[in-house]
């Protein structure tokens, strides 16, 4: 069975970093490229980051230089360490496939405010 597990949301300042986990089971995680993904109060869900098989990131104009995408195959795990958080990054994050989605998993609570 597909599940996709996020983690290591929360509260934070501006200016400061977090770095967010999602755990993949269920399809052959090491052969997909793999995208974070936001969705903000009132907003459609946008494509943040993403990373190819072989370990390749490609950004959004918002988030490059401020975010970076890696992956671990042998743990099934693909990371988003967020540096220089912005309040307008505030917003539910997710992970999924690239194309083909499996199921959402519940996301993890990103908020920056003073």
């Known amino acids: 069975q597909v599940h996709l597990v996020e983690s290591g949301g929360g509260l934070v300042q501006p200016g400061g970093s977090l770095r967010l986990s999602c755990a993949a089971s269920?399809?052959?995680?090491?052969?997909?490229?793999m995208g974070w993904y936001r969705q903000a109060p009132g907003k459609q869900r946008e494509l943040v980051a993403q990373?190819?098989?072989?370990?390749?990131?490609n950004y959004a104009d918002s988030v490059k230089g401020r975010f970076t995408i890696s992956r671990d195959n042998a743990k099934r795990t693909v990371y988003l360490q967020m540096n220089s958080l912005k309040p307008e990054d505030t917003a539910v994050y997710y992970c999924?496939?690239?194309?083909?989605?499996?199921?959402w998993g519940q996301g993890t609570q990103v908020t920056v405010s003073s």
């Open positions: 990373i190819s098989s072989g370990g390749i990131g």
């Open positions: 269920g399809f052959t995680f090491s052969i997909y490229a």
């Open positions: 999924n496939k690239v194309s083909l989605y499996v199921a």
